[in-house]
């Protein structure tokens, strides 16, 4: 028997693993998958073996990955790796490498294979998601009339690398898988908020399939923090591009990220954060103490400097705080229409059925039977399935979930023509 471990993981931890502790046989990072047969060979001789290398074009574009449930309704395609942002506290560029995107013929091939299997939402991956660039065929970027150049970043936001040329671009590519299935619903993560000109917004506020729901990982709120993280805005021009997406998409869910205790976080630089949080309003956010990484910039430069005990107390703090305004911000859906796609049972209850609106917050509602016109006219009962769409009047909220009652089924082109004519 052989033991390996694979991944980014084994990249990172390679020394201590292989060398220090020799726990395992063989030792595989992310983009040397290709080199297994070789690496196995090797241990036959009783040597162990390693290949961390990183790839500057390893896509993983021949590798798709295999669904063992029938009833799942959702997918995942990664279109890109990588990342060359290299935020102070961020190990990515050092375990996934630079950024390569895979071909646009080859994300569209997969996402039609998808939708002529009968998933209804598909999500595009990618460690910078809008920052996609596929140089492969020498094409220029266009979205109906626009040809570049066009501002390629948000504004008010920097890059620490040069100024990126040529390729199709995310918005070229999200506007394409839109437009494969119009019944499918198309999602995106995680991206960074300096990727977004108004090509690709225009595009979301356009396709209806596309999610009106964007992630905007902030990490802080203060501006001497961002620039010590090496994030390429400030705290103003965060909030001008929340306002900016917020007058293009109206009806916009938010989600962020924000790390608590990151090096040289005073008190006032975590009141900030805070504020930030009541400024938004988002739906979602993903809350962390930082944790010093090892390789990263933060690392060699920087002082990890609040203790612990004072990290937990802020987050904690903040915890508090976003439960607060996501319960205001759920409520504020009771008594609306939403366009639900059915995942299954609830957990807590079979009785009930689970699915998710357009921002991605979970929707409960009983599990009932609900009219439906046969061919003849008449009215008939329909049971709901996941991958149904279905129209749910919301009840109640927390700061995580909403409920409410279902109305009838519907398709997803159906329900936004609905949404326009009475808007």
């Known amino acids: 028997m052989k033991i390996g471990i694979l991944g980014c993981m084994a990249e990172r931890l ?7 502790e020799q726990l395992v046989d063989i030792v595989v990072g992310p983009d040397a998958y290709r080199d297994l047969p070789r690496l196995l060979a090797i241990t036959d ?90 140089k492969s065929g020498g094409q220029q970027y266009s979205v109906g009339q626009l040809q570049l150049p066009q501002p390629d970043t948000s504004r008010g936001f920097i890059t620490v690398y040069k100024p990126k040329l040529g390729g199709i671009r995310f918005a070229e590519l999200l506007d394409k898988v839109a437009d494969i299935d119009p019944e499918m619903r198309v999602r995106f993560t995680s991206p960074h908020p300096k990727d977004f000109p108004d090509e690709v917004l225009s595009v979301i506020q356009e396709r209806s399939n596309v999610c009106k729901q964007l992630h905007l990982p902030a990490q802080s709120g203060n501006s001497c923090v961002l620039d010590l993280m090496r994030r ?27 790390m608590f205790g990151f090096c040289g976080e005073t008190e006032e630089a975590f009141n900030d954060t805070l504020s930030l949080l009541t400024l938004v309003q988002y739906n979602v956010c993903y809350l962390f103490a930082y944790s010093m990484r090892q390789k990263t910039h933060a ?29 205001q911000v759920n409520e504020r859906q009771i ?37 439906s016109t046969t061919s003849d006219d008449k009215i008939s009962e329909t049971e709901i399935f996941p991958g149904d769409y279905v129209v749910v009047e919301i009840k109640s909220a927390s700061s995580q979930i909403l409920k409410g009652t279902p109305i009838q089924h519907t398709t997803l082109q159906d329900f936004y023509r609905f949404k326009t004519a009475i808007s």
Do not use: W
């Open 14 to 20: 390679k020394t201590k693993i292989l060398e220090r």
């Open 45 to 134: 001789t009783g040597q162990t073996a390693i290949n961390v290398l990183l790839s500057l074009d390893e896509t993983y574009a021949d590798v798709r990955p295999v669904s063992l449930s029938r009833n799942t309704k959702s997918a995942f395609v990664s279109i890109m790796r990588g990342c060359d942002n290299m935020c102070s506290y961020c190990i990515v560029p050092f375990t996934r490498g630079r950024e390569r995107s895979r071909s646009i013929t080859s994300i569209l091939d997969e996402v039609k294979q998808l939708s002529d299997k009968g998933v209804k939402e598909v999500t595009l991956l990618g460690q910078n998601v809008n920052s996609y660039r596929d």
């Open 232 to 258: 390429g805005y400030t705290r103003e021009a965060y909030i001008d591009l929340v306002h900016h997406i917020r007058s293009i998409i109206p009806d916009v869910s938010l989600s962020s990220d924000f």
């Open 299 to 327: 690392y060699h430069k920087l002082q990890d400097s609040v203790q612990q005990k004072v990290k937990l107390q802020r987050l904690n703090k903040a915890v508090t705080l976003f439960r607060e305004l996501a319960q």
């Open 335 to 371: 008594g609306t229409l939403q366009l639900v796609l059915v995942e299954g049972d609830s957990k807590r209850s079979s009785a009930e059925l689970a699915g998710r609106n357009d921002g991605n917050t979970k929707v409960i509602f009983p599990k009932i039977k609900l009219p």
